[in-house]
């Protein structure tokens, strides 16, 4: 048998490494460890891109200078290769939402504090779950089927969310996250487009619908269905269907669970401290009114809406909550002084600086 490329085993420690880190998440109770989860995940996926480079003859070292044939070397004398970041460059572009997942927990890895892991956990779960399915998507593209982890892993048993008090236990770690992690989070989402914000490379967001009808050998094996891809008559027909054993996939908002609604004031405020402009709850009241987010000014209130993604009312506050979803397109919007002053008609001020009064025409000189 021919000798194995080094590639080849630099691929196989992907594969351990992420493995290592799913491990790490699913443990229960205080044997979980999410920053764990973090650093073996970002091993797992330099090691995948070492993996790839060298199969494709690319040098994975820095040289001292470009064109030069010396190479940096750490204290021990050993050649430095590239880092993560690095690599993501080398292989993906700028807007692609699997880069940008893996730049969002690189960023994650230096703010993990294990006194927040299981806060951290929750907050970031929709993107944990992208980060390890976009791991196996490219594990199986550049290097086969046969190296795929569907036999390493399997569909975890939990009962995450499933009551009442579990749902609370969760709003409470969510709101217990540090003022660091929450800038970072909202930061660096407000920096990239909408459509990857979306992307489900880049944010993995599911709700498990429980099979009924007789069980059958079928049982064994679970297949996932996407919703989105189902006709009406489809749809009707998965649910009916006692001998299809499938799991339905369906999308669903994450503020739907009340996890990051704001009042008016405290959305104005976030938008505020991120962009480092002065901006009231009157700015606030004017965009939302613009872009037909919340209730009008003077709506009957039994005709209250909301669209469930920028907005939420809860009719147990008798009241309407904005999302972080709607405050970070708004950060977005109004973090360049020249897009803030066409947005909202006046040059940007400080925060914390009192307005300008107009004159009044009426007055007397």
């Known amino acids: 048998m ?26 229960p109770g205080e044997r979980q460890s999410f920053g764990d989860f973090v650093v073996h995940m970002h091993l797992a996926w330099q090691n ?22 010396l190479y940096k070397k750490d204290q021990y004398g050993q050649k430095q290769s590239w880092d993560l970041q690095t ?19 690189i960023g994650i890895r230096n703010s993990v504090e294990h006194r927040y892991d299981r806060s951290l956990a929750i907050a970031t779960a929709p993107q944990a779950h992208a980060y390890v399915i976009n791991f196996e998507a490219e594990l199986v593209r550049l290097f086969g089927a046969e190296v795929s982890l569907a036999e390493e892993l399997r569909f975890p048993v939990f009962v995450q969310s499933l009551s009442p008090e579990g749902m609370e236990e969760q709003r409470i770690l969510r709101r217990g996250l540090p003022l660091e992690a929450q800038t970072y989070i909202t930061e660096f989402e407000s920096r990239i487009p909408a459509a990857v914000r979306e992307d489900p490379r880049y944010e993995y ?22 919703a989105k891809d189902l006709t009406p008559e489809q749809f009707e027909q998965l649910n009916q269907d006692g001998n299809a054993k499938k799991v339905l996939i369906v999308n669903q908002l994450r503020e739907s669970g009340f996890t990051n609604e704001m009042l008016p004031n405290d959305a104005a405020k976030a938008v505020e401290q991120q962009i480092n402009f002065r901006f009231s709850v009157n700015d606030f009241t004017k965009l939302r009114h613009r872009d037909g987010v919340g209730p009008e000014a003077r709506a009957n209130p039994a005709e209250k809406w909301a669209d469930g993604k920028r907005c939420i009312y809860s009719k147990a506050h008798n009241n309407h909550v904005y999302t972080q979803t709607y405050v970070v397109s708004l950060i977005q919007e109004l973090r360049d002084p020249a897009d803030f002053e066409t947005v909202l008609g006046r040059k940007p001020q400080p925060p914390g600086s009192v307005p300008e009064k107009k004159p009044n025409p009426f007055s007397r000189v």
């Open 2 to 27: 021919a000798p194995r490329h080094n590639w080849w085993y630099t691929m196989q420690e992907a594969r351990r490494q992420a493995c290592v880190a799913v491990d790490f998440y699913n443990r």
């Open 48 to 69: 995948l891109m070492h993996a790839h480079l060298v199969q494709n003859d690319t040098n994975i070292y820095f040289r001292l200078k470009a064109g030069s044939r």
């Open 87 to 105: 690599c993501l460059k080398k292989v993906y572009g700028e807007q692609d939402p699997m880069r940008i997942n893996v730049e969002f927990f």
């Open 205 to 226: 967001r599911i709700r498990l619908s429980r099979v009924t009808g007789p069980k059958s050998t079928a049982d064994l094996a679970l297949e996932f269905v996407n």
